[in-house]
Structures are given as structure tokens and as C-alpha cells.
């Protein structure tokens, strides 16, 4: 395939998405006008589903017992398989204050046109992804092997900037829980076994034990419970940690045997039980593909868009279950600029997800992404 060639079917995808927008407007409109939450996203996925049977799609679940609300759209017969990532739940009292309206309408409409332009030498896969901010959709989906024959997984995340590259926080969060015997205070011979005492010596010795951590990591961790009275020696006390760091390996082979052996320590030292529950599933560190991403670059400077931050790879600011599909095939999460001066999670951006300036942006996105999938051919 020559460079003319090349640019000719980027150019039938712009004039397909083009043709397809009244759909990537009505996937965002609906999404943002009847915001569900993480494992309720009924109507926002059988909306996609919809579009993408309507396209030509062969639509099947995916894993409808544990996700209801996922599913994989396919199309096309060629040997190249493509992935476009769509998410659509919504916060909790904000609507789509991460933009994921926005992220289901680039996805999805990025993945019909490539099936229309690229049906005939590749297969394209358009994957409803549920829960992204709560239990992690892909996560799941990654443990079930569903990324794994990609050569390629493609989302793009809405932002206040757009930028490339970065990384992601691999993250698995532990509750530790010191189980001792109740007493009365002031019993003079049964004195029990102070749970939160084991506790506080350990919330110390933690403290201790993360000057050892020689990569980067964070370390964030709450008392969720001590006792119930102060005149009864406290049964349980509870602590809840988020454990992060920028490698997956490094977290599961090195920080969080460390800090259950010492829980365990502690636990033996003070005479209590121990309980030890990963509370969330493992979200792993996001891997941008550097091929991919200069593609995309390229595929949106193209478009007009020339203000392009670009991250070092160390650079991370939060963690995401888009980690785990990178680990399964090559990936990229760029992000696109909805509006400044604004932050996810708010207010002000859940208004930039439904406004004229944050489709159009996103539009181009789609485009991105579309063109992103040809340069693969």
C-alpha cells in the first residue's frame, strides 16, 4: 500500500464518519440526557448494540452473568483484528462528569466506519464496556481472554487537554482487618485482646516499611473501624488501603507480599486473628503502544488539532481498567480536549460532555481513531 493509497481510505473513513455523524450525535445526546450508573447501563448498552446491528454487526454477550451490560460487535473477515473500546457509565449525582457519553459515540462510531471501509481486509470489534468507574468492566473481560487475539484496542478519553502518552497507576486495594476478644476496661482479670492496638502498631510499622519501596508508588490508607465503645476492648479494627505503582510486577511481587507478611507479623505479635480481602479487583498500568500512538499523533494533526501535550512515560495521574487490556494487546488511551480549565469528576465537565464544542472534538477524535486503524493495514 502506497502513501496515495493510504491517504485515499483515510479519506473514504472521514467521508463515512461524516455520513455516520447524526448517529455519533444521537449516541452522545442519549447517553448524557439519561445517565445510568456503573452495572445499570441497560439503555446506554442496548443502544449501542442497536447501532451496531443495524451496521451489520454480529452482536454476543460477554460474560452475562458477572456483566450483563457487556457485550463484543464484529465485523469484517480479514486477519487483522481491531478493537474500539466504548464505556458508558455514568457518576453517581454528576451525570457523565468523566465523559464516557462521549467515549461510547468515538468508539462506536469509529469502529462502524472502519467496518464499512476496512470490512474486507480486516475484523472489527466494537466492546461495550460496563463499570469502568466502579469494579473495572475490563478487568473482567481481560481475565476472560477477550483482548487477547487484538492487534489493536483503541479509546480515546475526553480531557481538558489532548495529549498522548503517560501511563496509569497499577492499583489493588486491600482491606486488613485485626480480629481480637472483647473485655470491659476495667475487668482486673480478663483483659481480652486489643485489636486496634495490633492495628495502631502496624499503621506505625507501615510507615516504616514504605521507606523501603525503591519504585514509584502510592500508599493511601484509612482506620474504617476501632471499636465500638470506649469502656469495651476493641474486637475488630479495620484499615483500608489503596496500593498503587507504576508496575503491575512490582505491586504484586514485591509491595503486597511485603505488607501482608507484616500484617501477619503484627497479627502474631498481639495474639489476633488476621482477615486479608482485596476489596477491588487488580487494575494493572496502562502500556501505551508507541507505534499506535504516533499514528494517532500524526492522524490528528492532521485533522487541525496541533496543541498536543505529550507525556513522559512515567507520568501518571489515577489508574484505569484500560491497564489491563494493554497487557493483553497493543493499546492506547490518548485524550481529547472537551473544554479548559475544567477536571473530571465535576460538574463543569459533565457540562462540557454535553456541549456542541465537546462532540465536535470528540468527532475528530473518532476520526483519530478511524484513521489510526487504517494506518495498521
Known sequence: MNNNTADEIKADICTELDRLKPVFVEIADTLHANPELSGQEAASCGLLKEV?????????????????????????QGTLNIGFLAEYDALPDLGHGCGHNLIAAMSTAAALACGKVLGSKATIHLFGCPAEETIGGKVFMSEAGCFKNLDAALICHPSNVTAMGGTSYATHPLRITFLGKPAHVADPDYHGINALDALVDFYQQLSLLEKSFTQPYILGKIITEGGSAPNIVPERATIKATIRSLSTEYLENHMLPEI???????SEKHGTDLELEHYEPLFKNLVNDARLNAFMKANIQSLGITDIKEYPDSYAD??????????DAPAIQPEIMIGQGIAAHTHEFAVAAGSGYGKEMAFLAAKAMAMTAADLL
Open 52 to 76: 451496531a446491528a443495524q451496521a451489520g454487526f454480529k452482536v454476543k454477550p460477554i460474560l452475562a452473568e458477572t456483566l450483563p451490560y457487556a457485550f463484543q460487535a464484529s465485523y469484517g
Open 318 to 327: 489515577g489508574s484505569t481498567d484500560v491497564g489491563n487490556v494493554s497487557h
Open 260 to 266: 501482608k507478611a507484616l500484617a501477619r507479623q503484627i
